[in-house]
């Protein structure tokens, strides 16, 4: 017992000289070594074997090679060594994976450019784009441009020639106008016939009246009506869309050719060719139809004067970016002190059918 003592005392003398010349920095991750080690085997009391997670090899193999010479550890030095070559193989092979082989990635910018140049025109194929980037200034390989197409799952030398519908009324919106009956029954049983045009750019409305007969005279008088009120706005229609419905009579095309507007008659039983006034009857019946019960003829009238006069003063719409069709956006409220003091006043129409918002005087 004595023996066993003195034997621990003198070698603990040694190791406390032999700690004197090291820094605070070495006996600071000694103690943290130590102190993992514990944990570990805390972490595995009662097992046969002690099993060290990828983490603490981790930690362990990071250790200085001083350190790991010094250190009393559950394991070799050696196998700490080879955790530290194992860490290191690692380390290269994961940077090897983030780099990239080849040339650099094409700039953000261009490859917007790009998609934007295609989205625009149709017709063009990585040949004419990359034609246009070189007149722009911009030095990208025809190989890029045909690159970035691919990847976003575009045709990079398409066959565009022939123009698709959807393409014809894009292109010629400011020449288009779109017309349409819809059909409603009033709460006595009649029913009731509407006339609406639609401005394929603007999209502004105009209801050119509704009767319960819809006669031949009634119909081309309302077309006469029509063309007066385009002249008076100055507006550039050629095109009229219509379908094939026995209600319009044939005097109609020639009145419109009189005036510039050519007649482009929809397939049968085809609406999507006049999917813009197709669109306006949806909202018209989702937003006054079914929800208003219709005594008369007068009071449909009534209805519609002020489900038109909404739609096109006050009623937002996505592709005028958010504006109405006869009134644009207003300056953005940017001012901390105006938001903090809005004062929004709720204005019905049509006894609260139709509601629209509007700042205080």
């Not at 020449?175 to 006595?188: G, H, K, P, S, W």
Request: proline share 4%; glycine share 4%.
């Amino acid at each position: 017992m004595l023996l066993r003592l003195a034997y621990l005392t003198v070698s603990n003398a040694f190791a406390v000289l032999r700690l004197l010349p090291l820094s605070d920095r070495d006996k600071d991750v000694e103690i943290l070594a130590l102190r993992h080690q514990i944990a570990v085997l805390q972490r595995q009391l009662g097992s046969a074997r002690v099993q060290f997670a990828p983490e603490d090899r981790a930690l362990l193999a990071r250790l200085p090679r001083g350190v790991l010479q010094r250190l009393r550890l559950v394991v070799r030095p050696d196998t700490v060594l080879r955790w530290h070559r194992d860490l290191i193989r690692q380390r290269q092979a994961a940077a090897g994976r983030r780099r990239r082989v080849g040339r650099p990635r094409t700039c953000a910018s261009i490859r917007r450019l790009v998609l934007r140049l295609v989205r625009e025109n149709p017709s063009w194929g990585y040949r004419r784009v990359h034609g246009e980037l070189a007149l722009l200034g911009i030095s990208v390989a025809a190989s890029t441009v045909w690159e970035i197409l691919r990847a976003e799952g575009i045709d990079p030398a398409p066959d565009r020639a022939s123009m698709s519908w959807a393409d014809f009324l894009r292109s010629q919106a400011d020449a288009l106008l779109a017309m349409d009956f819809i059909e409603t029954v009033t709460l006595t049983g009649q029913r009731q016939y509407v006339l609406a045009v639609i401005e394929h750019a603007t999209r502004r409305v105009r209801i050119l009246g509704t009767t319960a007969r819809p006669t031949h005279l009634w119909v081309t008088q309302a077309i006469r009506n029509l063309v007066m009120d385009l002249e008076d706005a100055g507006a550039r229609a050629r095109f009229l869309i219509r379908d094939r419905d026995a209600k319009y009579p044939a005097p109609i095309d020639a009145i419109l050719a009189d005036a510039g507007i050519q007649t482009a008659l929809t397939g049968i039983r085809m609406p999507r060719m006049n999917a813009v006034m197709e669109r306006w009857v949806l909202s018209l019946r989702r937003e006054l139809l079914d929800r208003t019960l219709i005594w008369n003829e007068r009071h449909l009238r009534h209805a519609l004067l002020a489900y038109e006069r909404h739609y096109n003063d006050h009623r937002t719409h996505r592709s005028l970016h958010s504006a109405a069709p006869l009134r644009a956006l207003p300056s953005p409220i940017t001012e901390p002190e105006q938001i903090a003091r809005l004062d929004i006043r709720r204005h019905d129409r049509l006894g609260g059918v139709i509601h629209e918002y509007q700042h205080a005087a």
